[in-house]
């Protein structure tokens, strides 16, 4: 599929719940395998509907370690929730699909708990913290049609993506910066 672009109106519009009967859906099978397939070619750690031009409430996410090399996991999150966020963030560089050019620095709460359905419709929570907390919270903000770059603190936080290693010795940070 191709991914939205930023300046893609359908990136800053707020996503449509999925409705529960849809999951059943051979169309909604095939979105999902089509997100999937494509968010493996980006080689990204998370997508969501609105960036493949679906404004639904609904996003992909590589929270766990691969189990074997090369394997990942991708978990789907229909309808999610952000239920508690830590009153504790942390900045962190995050890359995004729809303009892999540029890494932002974005704060963000450093735990989270949420509530989704999965595939199969079933009502699931989770607590995460640290770097699958931050892929989340990126990844519900392209459903509330938020990007990085808004949450930057400064536009000094956001840079070109080639000028990372540059940046990072500047400021003495070490980065593994993953697209989402
Ligand atoms: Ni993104």
């Given at each position: 599929m191709k991914i939205a672009q930023l300046g893609q109106p359908v990136l800053r519009q707020v996503a449509?719940?999925?409705?529960?009967?849809?999951?059943?859906?051979p169309a909604f099978r095939e979105l999902i395998e089509a997100m999937v397939q494509t968010l493996e070619e980006a080689g990204g750690v998370g997508l969501a509907a609105p960036q493949v031009f679906v404004s639904q409430r609904l996003f992909l996410a590589c929270i766990n370690p691969p189990r074997e090399e090369g394997v990942r996991e991708v978990e789907v999150f229909i309808n999610p929730r952000l239920t508690e966020r830590s009153v504790e963030r942390e900045p962190g560089w995050?890359?995004?699909?729809?303009?892999?050019?540029?890494?932002?620095?974005?704060?963000?709460?450093?735990?989270?708990?949420?509530?989704?359905?999965?595939l199969?419709?079933?009502?699931?929570?989770?607590?995460?913290?640290?770097?699958?907390?931050?892929?989340?919270?990126h990844e519900y903000d392209h459903l509330e049609g938020i990007?990085?770059?808004?949450?930057?603190?400064?536009?000094?936080?956001?840079?070109?993506?080639?000028?990372?290693?540059?940046?990072?010795?500047?400021?003495?940070?070490?980065?593994?910066?993953?697209?989402?």
């Open positions: 449509e719940p999925v409705p529960p009967e849809a999951l059943d859906s995050e890359g995004c699909l729809s303009f892999p050019e540029l890494q932002v620095l974005v704060p963000r709460h450093r735990r989270i708990a949420l509530e989704f359905l999965d199969a419709g079933r009502q699931r929570t989770l607590q995460l913290e640290g770097f699958p907390a931050r892929i989340i919270q990007l990085t770059l808004d949450r930057a603190a400064s536009t000094r936080d956001i840079v070109k993506a080639s000028e990372m290693e540059a940046v990072l010795s500047e400021r003495g940070e070490i980065g593994d910066i993953p697209s989402e």
